[in-house]
């Protein structure tokens, strides 16, 4: 099942997608948020879906389509995920995972308009899966109990301003990964039954040329070993959203130029679909 949500910003529809038909499910909820996950809102949908208590719509392709998770208390994020993005960063791959913190309100939708930080000089792209943690979970013991509290997977971009990251933020990175729009997620959530995120192909692309081209397989940590490790130290919440890293890539990479006004950015990751961020100046 995919999660939704179209129309203009703050005003958004919550839709539904199963076995190729989409429903609208406003009568059940008016957002894809923490009490929505805690009274297992995705039973709910799949049941109405089953009895015919939903209506079917058809979507204008010219929607906007906004985020489909609307404020998660958590926006946690893993760094160096991948081995070979650790190597052009200059680092060794990580023995455990790295952790960092973004904004919630940085969420934007798939397809917005992007905006490059007054001062910056390097803003870059990461495409990355996103975990959506369906139910308070702490001190897991196993894989197997990390994989029963992820709910689904989503697209982001992982956007972030270099010097703010690594120059400017005192021996953290938050300060270049929290700007207005930083975090685009969609088009949609995919159930975690609907998916295996253990083998996805994961890619971006700036103006139409290539940049990162890699698979899930070649993460570090899996999407439960980073569950399991996060549930250790803090409590996991309904909704939260875990990034688990980027490929190698970026602009970072010193491969590739940093981002300017005008150029468009577009991520996807298989069986999550596609994002298109056309940048301007904040």
């Given amino acids: 099942m995919k999660l939704w949500r179209i129309g203009e910003a703050g005003s958004e529809t919550p839709v539904a997608s199963m076995d190729g038909t989409t429903y609208d499910v406003s009568s059940l909820t008016t957002a894809y948020d923490a009490d929505f996950f805690a009274r297992d809102g995705l039973a709910q949908i799949a049941d109405a879906i089953a009895a015919g208590e939903l209506p079917a719509v058809e979507v204008d392709e010219n929607a906007r389509i906004g985020a489909p998770l609307t404020r998660p208390q958590a926006l946690i994020c893993i760094g160096q995920n991948y081995a070979a993005h650790a190597a052009e960063s200059g680092s060794e791959p990580p023995k455990r995972p790295i ?69 400017v933020s005192g021996g953290q990175w938050s300060k270049g990964k929290v700007a207005p729009g930083f975090s685009p997620l969609g088009p949609w959530m995919v159930t975690a039954d609907d998916i295996n995120a253990h083998n996805l192909s994961i890619r971006s692309w700036v103006n139409g040329e290539p940049r990162q081209d890699s698979t899930t397989a070649d993460m570090i940590f899996s999407v439960e070993d980073i569950v399991r490790d996060l549930s250790q130290y803090m409590k996991l919440s309904p909704g939260d959203v875990i990034l688990t890293g980027t490929p190698q890539g970026v602009a970072l990479s010193g491969r590739f130029p940093y981002l300017s006004a005008g150029d468009v950015v577009e991520v996807e990751i298989e069986g999550l679909g596609r994002q298109r961020q056309e940048f301007a100046n904040a």
């Fill in 99 to 167: 952790i960092f913190f973004k904004h919630p309100n940085t969420i934007a939708g798939p397809n917005d308009m992007a905006y490059i930080p007054k001062g910056s000089k390097k803003t870059d792209w990461e495409v990355e899966l996103g975990v959506v943690i369906g139910k308070e979970v702490s001190y897991l013991d196993s894989n197997e109990e990390a994989a029963e509290a992820i709910a689904g997977y989503v697209l982001c971009n992982d956007l972030s301003e270099r010097d703010f990251q690594l120059e």
